[in-house]
């Protein structure tokens, strides 16, 4: 069997960390958080659990408010941007 999937409208927003003034570390999108635990230095909370977030990763809110991560070939693959 063969599924194909449903059209579904999404908000997504790139990430890309910028300093403060003051020279802090800050992410200019909500959910992403500075991690030094991480190899990456950020992450983002998903419904799976703690996820490593890279700059120019697409933060997608899904159809619950949910935010996870998808890597910008991916999303390029995927979606395309809808006409306002």
């Not at 935010?67 to 890597?71: D, T």
């Given at each position: 069997m063969k599924f194909r999937?449903?059209?579904v409208i999404i908000e997504a927003e790139q990430f890309i960390p910028f300093e403060?003034?003051?020279g802090h570390p800050l992410?200019?999108?909500v959910?992403?958080?500075l991690d030094l635990e991480s190899p990456t230095n950020w992450s983002?909370?998903?419904l799976e659990g703690k996820h490593q977030v890279t700059e120019r990763d697409w933060i997608i809110t899904g159809i619950k408010g949910e935010?996870?991560?998808?890597?910008p070939?991916?999303?390029e693959k995927t979606y395309e941007k809808v006409r306002e």
């Open positions: 999937k449903k059209p403060s003034d003051s992410s200019n999108v959910g992403v958080f983002i909370n998903t935010k996870y991560p998808c890597k070939d991916i999303f």
